[in-house]
């Protein structure tokens, strides 16, 4: 079963193939993944046994063919549509990304409380929250994005248990645990801020010591 470092080193795997081929190069050897990306080179190899991606020890790895693979692993052979839920200023900072697209990402639709930001004619619809259940199950969105006012996360996500979400990425201070029908990827801001800080205030105490 794939897990979640797993799909984390393919990510940073998709990268790096992606910069090498725009420097022009075709092919490549899992010792220059592993230099790079700072891991052995079995485990890049063991990596790719797991996913099917095949190559060999004197001509290396294609690297079309690995991006190609790696996208219909990740499921980006197609369009993944997605909907925002909670269109604050992190909501519409997502909705704005323009990144999205090139990666196969569709933000398809928002919904909030506010009427004022209700916008079904908007070039990304916002609709009201109360319709929410109803456009997830009519057009079998998998994925949403959720950030919500914390007071009504755990509503919203008790709401989204009738649906069919499958992937809720989650953007509120409550962390919520992932189901057998639905996983859930909590992005606390602040806490992730305060472990780079803190790894920063390290890397400057060692840089100190060596003076």
Not at 16 to 45: A, P, Y
Not at 61 to 77: P, V
């Amino acid at each position: 079963m794939t897990n979640k470092g797993q799909i984390l080193r393919l990510l940073n795997y998709k990268n790096l193939l992606k910069h090498l081929q725009s420097l022009g190069f075709k092919k490549v050897f899992s010792d220059n993944i592993s230099d790079t990306l700072e891991i052995s080179s079995s485990l890049v190899r063991k990596d790719f046994g797991i996913f099917g991606i095949t190559g060999n020890r004197k001509g290396g790895y294609d690297i079309d063919s690995i991006l190609n693979k790696i996208d219909e692993i990740l499921g980006k052979d197609e369009i993944q549509r997605v909907i925002v839920i909670g269109v604050g200023r992190i909501g519409e900072a997502l909705m704005s990304y323009q990144g999205f697209i090139k990666e196969g990402i569709q933000i398809v639709a928002g919904f909030d409380i506010d009427s004022k930001k209700i916008n079904p004619n908007a070039q990304i619809p916002i609709y009201p929250i109360d319709q929410m259940v109803d456009y997830i199950n009519s057009n079998n969105i998998r994925i949403c994005i959720l950030s919500v006012p914390q007071m009504v996360a755990k509503h919203t996500v008790d709401l989204l248990q009738n649906t069919t979400i499958g992937g809720i990425l989650n953007f509120t201070p409550t962390k919520f645990q992932s189901t057998p029908e639905i996983t859930i990827n909590n992005i606390n801001i602040v806490h992730e801020l305060e472990n780079l800080i803190y790894v920063v205030n390290k890397q400057k105490e060692k840089t100190n010591d060596k003076v």
